[in-house]
C-alpha cells in the first residue's frame, strides 16, 4: 500500500471517528473543539491527519473553522448531499470570477505601465508573502493581496485601483474559505508561487502577452480546483 492511499485512509478511519463522537453528542452544536494535538494523540495519528479529517467534516457542513479562533460544530449530521459545501464552492468561485475580470486586465496594463518603482514595490510583496508562508491563512492570505494591489497599482488606472480596493475585503474572506476548502496550504509547495513570481517577472520585462496569459491561467486554475 502507498504511503499516500494509506495517508487517506488513516484521515477516513480518522474522520469516520469524529463523526460518530459529534454525533453521539459529545460536543454540541457551537462547541469548540479539542485542538488538532489534542485529537491526534486521542485517535493515535498524525497532526497532518487530523488536519484532514477535519477538512472533510467541514467539507460536510458539520465543523467550521474560524481563523485565529479553532474549528467549532456546525452541525452534528453530514449537510444532506453535500449542498452547503456545493454552495461555499459557488460562492468562491464567484468571487475568482471577478478577479478574472479585475486581474487580468490589470496584469496587461500593468506590464505595458510599470515604473521601476513599481516593480520594486511587487519585488518587495513577493517578499512578504513568501515570509509568511507559515503565517496563520488569513496573514498569509494578506500577503498574497499584497502582491496583486501591487500589480494593480501598476496598471496606473485609479478605477481599477479603487474598485479592487473596495473588493479586497471580500476577496480576503473568500481566499481564507478557499485554503480551507481546498487544502492549498496542506500541500508540499507554497500555493501558486512560481505563478506570482513569473507574473511579476513579465510585467517588469514589458511582455504583454505573457503577463495576460499567466495572470489568466493563474485564475482559470483556482476555477478548475473549485469544480
Known amino acids: 500500500m502507498s504511503a499516500a492511499l494509506n495517508r487517506n485512509l488513516l ?12 454525533q453521539s453528542g459529545e460536543w454540541a ?12 494523540a486521542q485517535l493515535g495519528v498524525g497532526r497532518s491527519t487530523i488536519r484532514e479529517a477535519l477538512r472533510m467534516l467541514a ?6 473553522p474560524r481563523q485565529g479562533a479553532g474549528v467549532f460544530v456546525e452541525r452534528t449530521e453530514p449537510a444532506t448531499d453535500g449542498w452547503e459545501d456545493v454552495l461555499r464552492r459557488g460562492a ?18 500593468a506590464a505595458q505601465r510599470a515604473t521601476e518603482a513599481d516593480v520594486v514595490a511587487m519585488r518587495r510583496a513577493l517578499d512578504l508573502r513568501a515570509a509568511a508562508a ?29 474598485l479592487f480596493a473596495t473588493f479586497v475585503p471580500r476577496l480576503a474572506d473568500t481566499m481564507v474559505e478557499m485554503i480551507g476548502l ?10 501558486n508561487s512560481d505563478e506570482h513570481a513569473d507574473l511579476v517577472d513579465a510585467i ?3 511582455d504583454v502577452e505573457a503577463a495576460a496569459r499567466i495572470s ?7 476555477a478548475a480546483e473549485l469544480g
Not at 484521515?11 to 459529534?22: E, N, P, S, T, V
Request: no cysteine.
Open 29 to 40: 452544536v457551537g462547541a469548540k473543539l479539542p485542538g488538532e494535538t489534542t485529537l491526534a
Open 92 to 109: 468562491v468561485a464567484a468571487v475568482v470570477e471577478v478577479r478574472a475580470a479585475l486581474e487580468i486586465e490589470a496584469a496587461r496594463l
Open 59 to 64: 467539507g460536510q457542513g458539520m465543523l467550521r
Open 134 to 162: 507559515a503565517a496563520p491563512d488569513r496573514e498569509f492570505v494578506d500577503a498574497d493581496i499584497a502582491v496583486h494591489r501591487a500589480i494593480v497599482d501598476a496598471a496606473h488606472n485609479p478605477v481599477l485601483s479603487e
Open 204 to 206: 517588469a520585462s514589458g
Open 11 to 22: 484521515a477516513d478511519q480518522a474522520a469516520d471517528q469524529l463523526r460518530h463522537r459529534l
Open 216 to 222: 489568466r491561467a493563474h485564475l482559470e486554475g483556482m
Open 182 to 191: 481546498l487544502g492549498l496550504r496542506d500541500r508540499d509547495t507554497e500555493p
